[in-house]
């Protein structure tokens, strides 16, 4: 059984920063894509950053210059350095890896809280 535990969420002002951390546990062969989502109250879930195993990384248009995602595969951990935050961007934020066991399939942490007060 795979998991995957999020940590680093928070209450935060304005122009703050905080980093989000996700690592997976269980019988892992290997990690694919990893990613970071978020969902505000009332909107529909959206895609903030994304990461290849080889460390190509996309970004929302909403978070570019601002957020940073990045990985290290010896701790099948992805991160999430959020800088300059803004109200819009409290939600609540979600971990995904395409996980590798004896087959490959998504995966989603349980979610960690992100709220920028103005």
């Known amino acids: 059984q795979v998991q995957l535990l999020e940590s680093g969420g928070g209450l935060v002002q304005a122009g703050g920063s905080l980093r989000l951390s996700c690592t997976a546990s269980g019988s892992i062969f290997g990690i694919n894509v990893m990613a970071w989502y978020r969902q505000a109250p009332g909107k529909q879930r959206e895609l903030v950053a994304v990461?290849?195993?080889?460390?190509?990384?996309n970004y929302a248009d909403s978070v570019k210059g601002r957020f940073t995602i990045s990985r290290d595969n010896a701790k099948n951990t992805v991160y999430l350095q959020m800088n300059s935050l803004k109200p819009g961007d409290t939600a609540v934020y979600y971990c995904t890896a395409n996980v590798v066991t004896q087959t490959a399939r998504d995966y989603w942490g349980q979610g960690t809280q992100v709220t920028v007060s103005s």
């Open positions: 990461i290849t195993r080889g460390g190509n990384s």
